[in-house]
Each structure stands twice: as structure tokens, then as C-alpha cells.
């Protein structure tokens, strides 16, 4: 790494707490208002089973759920207690299975995507859970649940001749260094938003994430050499005095969609590869397919990614399996040539083999 005045904090054994506490804080703020929000959902009185809804959603709260959890559940309640509405069912108890099958085409005909449908199900499965436990809807709704079959999409990783072109492109120190962190840690993008300076150990080239954004298990991400140098010359020019470690102009953090895409979105158009469809999510698609091909273990990319189940790190291998495309080339080769290594003359011999193993078995 290149010999840079850093700030000495970044040289700690183990990260500080007292900047955690004040975003812990803020954190705990902004979830209590927006389970006001959501509550205000149903404030009017027009839905049907309102107040229960409504329990339903303090009951996530109690359980320390996720803002964004008890936000997405309002909303999806108050769309499926409207579609209840309209059907003329103003009685929990009069929801079926059929109910829920109408509420599904309903929403395909919308125009929903399967991924989206099947979000909403996730959501309005564990209402439909707590409507039997107090003996409103009959359990037979929770048999046999409505599943979406959803595509078994491959991660979309960046070529590597695109990469290099994105990276050649990018002249903001901040931005290279986020490009960087994001590519060689595997990070999901609101969780590297939402790392603070005392999360980062340059010396050792890893920074602490103390809850996952989507599982909320806590792991330590590594980066390479050309990532901390990146990052060495953001520390030389940001505001010591933020708490976050990267953030937009005038503000103490950074948003997703109003800053970190646009950012992204212009690397892109400066590598005039607008056309490509890549996101900063492809970013962690590639550095999951890069290790892998450099032959890490699937068990050890799953502790890096917070990945809770293998499965979801298997489909990696699905796209770098670079065993089963050395193999293919290497009898398509064969093939090619004409050079079957006597598999022809093999076959042949085959018939009468088995002819004389069915005489034989005629005279036992």
C-alpha cells in the first residue's frame, strides 16, 4: 500500500463505540417514526379488520423488527385490506385460499413481477398466521400455501474488460474509493453507506459490520491492496469531523438513490457502458464470482457475503464454475479434431458384449 498521511484512528486494534451509540440513537429515532407512519395507514376506518392490522404491525415493532420491514407491511396490508374491500369482504373471517389466489391474479394483472407478488405473500402470510391465532380466520387458509415459482436468474457479474474500463474513467477520489471497497469486499451498497470511520481498520485492511442489512448478522469484509490505496486517498481528503465514511456534499451521509446510483450511473456513462445494464449491486456479483474463480471455498464466501444459507452462495458457482467449462471446451476439442480416442470402436464392441452376457444367461 502507498506510504499516505492517514488519520491515526484508522490504526486501532478494535473499533470505538461512542459514534455508535449517537447512530444507534438516531437509528431507534427514525424506526419509531416510521411505525408512526405506518400506523397513520389505517387511521381513517374505511378498511376492514383495521385495528387488527394495526396490532399486527405494533407486534413487529415489539420485535425489533426493521424500519423498512414494518414499513413495506403497512403498505402491503393496506393494499390487500382494499382488494378485501372491493371483493365485499368486510369479515376476516370470511378470507379463503381462494381469497388469496384472487388477490395474487390481482395483482399479476397489474402488471407485478413474480419477484414483487411473491414479496407480498411473505408479508401477508405471517397477518393471515396471526388471524388464526386469535381464532379469526379459519387455519385451512394456511394450508398448502401459494408459492411463486420464481426464475433461477444467475448473478450478473461485470466483465472484467468493462471493469478495467470503469475504474480507467473515475477521477473523484471518494467515488474510486467506494467503486473499490464495494468491488473487493462483497458489500451490499446501504451496508458500506452506513459504515462509520471507527468500522474501518486500514492496517489490516478490513472493516467491522456489526449488523447485515438484510439478515442482520454481523460479520468482518476484507480488502485488497488497489481498494486501500483507494481508500488511503479518500481518509487525506474527507471531513474528519463525519461520522460516516463517505457521504454527499452537504450532508452527514449518503443515500442510495439520490447519490451513490447517480455516482455509479456516471462511471458507467463515462465508460460509455450506459447500455450494459450493470448496478452497483453487480459490483458485489463480482467480487463473489472473482474470489470464487481464484478458488476460494463456497463455506468461506458465505461468511463473507452474510449469505444465511449456502444455497444462495451456490448460484455464484453455477456462474464460475470453471471446471465444468474447462471440460466442455476440452471433449468439444476432441470433437472438433475428430479424435474420439476410440470411443467409436468402443461402441461398437458394445452390442455383441451385451449379446454375449444374454446367451449366457439363457443357459445358467
Known amino acids: 500500500m502507498t506510504e499516505m498521511n492517514v488519520p491515526g484512528n484508522f490504526y486501532q486494534e478494535h473499533p470505538s463505540t461512542s ?3 449517537l447512530i444507534g440513537a438516531r437509528a431507534r429515532r427514525e424506526r ?30 415489539q420485535r425489533n423488527c426493521k424500519a423498512p420491514t414494518i414499513r413495506s407491511t403497512a403498505e402491503i396490508l393496506q ?41 407480498k405473500l411473505k408479508l401477508i402470510y405471517p397477518f393471515l398466521s396471526f388471524l388464526v ?5 379459519h387455519p385451512n387458509v394456511l394450508m398448502r ?30 467515488d474510486r474509493a467506494m467503486i ?19 468500522e474501518v481498520n486500514l492496517k489490516e485492511q478490513k472493516i467491522f459490520i456489526y449488523e447485515g442489512e438484510k439478515n442482520r448478522l454481523g460479520r468482518v469484509v476484507y480488502f485488497g491492496g488497489d481498494a486501500s490505496d483507494a481508500l488511503a486517498a479518500w481518509l487525506t481528503k474527507r471531513n474528519p469531523t463525519k461520522v460516516f465514511l463517505f457521504y454527499a456534499q452537504g450532508r452527514d451521509t449518503m443515500t442510495y438513490g439520490g447519490v451513490a446510483r447517480m455516482m455509479f450511473v ?37 461468511q463473507l457475503l452474510g449469505h444465511s444459507s449456502i444455497e444462495m452462495t451456490r448460484r455464484y458457482a453455477r ?12 471433449a468439444m476439442t476432441i470433437i472438433e479434431k475428430g479424435q474420439n480416442n476410440g470411443y467409436d470402436e468402443r461402441y461398437r464392441e458394445l452390442p455383441s458384449i451385451l449379446e454375449e452376457t444374454e446367451l449366457f444367461a439363457l443357459h445358467r
Open 32 to 61: 419509531q417514526h416510521i411505525y408512526e407512519l405506518a400506523l397513520r395507514k389505517f387511521s381513517v376506518g374505511d378498511l376492514p379488520g383495521e385495528d387488527l392490522a394495526v396490532e399486527h404491525i405494533r407486534r413487529k415493532y
Open 79 to 119: 393494499s390487500f385490506l382494499g382488494f378485501l374491500r372491493g371483493q365485499g369482504i368486510h369479515d376476516l373471517g370470511g378470507i379463503t385460499r381462494g381469497t388469496i389466489a384472487a388477490y395474487v391474479e390481482h395483482e399479476q394483472d397489474r402488471g407485478l413481477q413474480p419477484v414483487s407478488v411473491s414479496g
Open 145 to 174: 400455501k401459494i408459492r411463486i415459482k420464481l426464475p433461477e436468474t444467475l448473478p450478473r457479474a461485470i466483465d472484467t474488460f468493462d471493469m478495467k474500463r470503469i475504474l480507467a474513467g473515475i477521477n473523484e477520489v471518494r
Open 266 to 302: 456516471k462511471c458507467l456513462r463515462e465508460a460509455q457502458l450506459e447500455d450494459k445494464g450493470y448496478t452497483l449491486h453487480c459490483l458485489r456479483h463480482t467480487c463473489a464470482t472473482d474470489l470464487l474463480n481464484a478458488g476460494m471455498r463456497l463455506e468461506c464466501l458465505q
Open 319 to 330: 456462474l464460475s464454475d470453471k471446471t465444468r467449462e474447462e471440460e466442455y471446451f476440452r
Open 133 to 137: 391465532d386469535h381464532e379469526i380466520t
Open 180 to 198: 473499490l471497497l464495494l468491488l473487493r469486499t462483497g458489500m451490499r451498497i446501504g451496508e458500506l453507506l452506513n459504515t462509520t470511520i471507527d
Open 19 to 21: 459514534d455508535r451509540v
